[in-house]
């Protein structure tokens, strides 16, 4: 993977409110923090404690081009990632994330359960076992075939990039007519949205997914990553903007300024009892849990890094045909850089940081309106959710520059 960082200067005193909005997705604010490095030994090499593996994550990456015996590949890794884990291990989260309806047939992805299940049961109160897929993929069979296999989450990704406002929401509804038939299976949205999306029919669209129970609904920019025209990027921060009004509106709490669950959701009471930090996977506890990756490409972590397998197929396969795990990509967060980056995830998740965390850094942005101080934090305002990308732009770019124009690295030095 290759992380993008902006290498303009930075002004002595930027403008955040001329940078158009943006979503901060995980790739975009989280992964430039981490310095990635090629690792010819595998983040799982040697035999995990106890501690580290009693709680374990599974995602397993499907691409989007068919790989031959993918399941067959899969359980392979799986045996030999097992090895290393402590016998007893609680299994809370499997996912098939990608494109596991292009990858699996449904024979496939049946096989693929029940050999896993012999390596990593699902028998912890609550786990969750999810799959992803894009709206044109749910059929009532597969919907019947995935709850028959104990799944109990469908992430559901919607396009709505070239909507007018004519379009109509018939497919919208016929998609939660289907789900409502199947009460053990709870979805979780991923609206893909951009420049060309019409700015009503996002607004019904999102007003159609807040009607039907729902885990959380989350944007995320078509264009992401890419370069994008000044204006096009102004259309989307208008969208995001709007939406963010909307959301907040009807009651549903922000998670950085793109991702939203209902009032309701567990993940909002586990916000306010206790830290969270964005994830590839969503806000997530604070605790050291590990995230197996498994398939051509996966992100997994073990603490303090994560890690991304070989997005080669060839390697991918060379390496399970020797009876090894895959070569992988470590990313690990540089400790002159560690305390930055905790105030990132707390703005991202709580929308708020300690008073002495980044003084300076957080003076500068209440200045300008972006922050307001509370008994005992500095917490975004409005715009300073629909600013958050840049913001955290800013301070990473001064984190990583040494700059000590009111930063948090100059407070990071002062503490050590």
């Not at 990039?161 to 939660?176: H, K, N, V």
């Amino acid at each position: 993977m290759t992380i993008s960082i902006p290498t303009e200067l930075p002004t002595a005193r930027p403008d955040f409110l001329a940078v158009p909005p943006a979503p901060t997705a995980f790739s975009g604010a989280i992964l430039p923090w981490y310095s990635d490095k090629k690792h010819s030994n595998p983040a799982l090499r040697d035999r995990v404690p106890a501690p580290d593996g009693s709680r374990i994550g599974i995602n397993i990456q499907c691409p989007r081009d068919t790989v031959d015996d993918y399941v067959g590949l899969i359980c392979r890794e799986a045996e030999l990632a097992r090895a290393l884990l402590p016998n007893a291990c609680a299994i809370t989260t499997l996912w098939l994330r990608g494109s596991p309806s292009r990858q699996f047939s449904p024979e496939a992805v049946t096989e693929l359960i029940f050999r896993l299940n012999s390596q990593f049961p699902l028998t912890v109160p609550g786990a969750v076992r999810g799959v992803e897929l894009s709206a044109p993929a749910l059929s009532a069979e597969r919907l019947a075939l995935l709850a028959g296999l104990g799944f109990n989450r469908i992430g559901l990704r919607v396009d709505a990039t070239l909507g007018s406002d004519e379009r109509s929401l018939g497919r919208i509804d016929a998609m939660q007519r289907q789900l409502a038939d199947f009460a053990s299976l709870a979805v979780s949205y991923e609206v893909i949205f951009g420049s060309q999306s019409h700015p009503r029919y996002l607004a019904r669209l999102l007003a159609a997914l807040r009607s039907f129970p729902a885990v959380s609904i989350e944007l995320k920019d078509a264009r992401e990553g890419m370069p994008q025209a000044l204006e096009d990027r102004r259309e989307t921060g208008h969208l995001l903007t709007s939406t963010l009004t909307a959301m907040t509106a009807a009651g549903w709490h922000t998670f950085g300024n793109h991702l939203y669950v209902p009032p309701e959701s567990p993940l909002a009471r586990a916000g306010a009892a206790g830290p969270l930090r964005l994830t590839p996977w969503g806000p997530q506890p604070i605790e050291q849990r590990l995230w197996l990756g498994l398939g051509i490409g996966a992100f997994g972590y073990r603490h303090p890094a994560y890690y991304r397998n070989t997005t080669s197929a060839a390697d991918y396969r060379a390496a399970l045909r020797d009876r090894q795990l895959p070569d992988k990509v470590i990313y690990r967060v540089p400790a002159e850089r560690a305390q930055a980056l905790d105030v990132t995830q707390s703005l991202l998740c709580h929308h708020e940081v300690a008073r002495d965390a980044a003084p300076g850094f957080c003076e500068e942005l209440r200045h300008d309106g972006l922050l307001e101080t509370t008994a005992h934090t500095y917490r975004l305002t409005p715009t300073g959710v629909a600013q958050l990308s840049a913001i955290l732009d800013r301070l990473h770019r001064q984190a990583v520059s040494g700059d000590d124009h009111g930063t948090t690295q100059n407070h990071v030095r002062r503490d050590r």
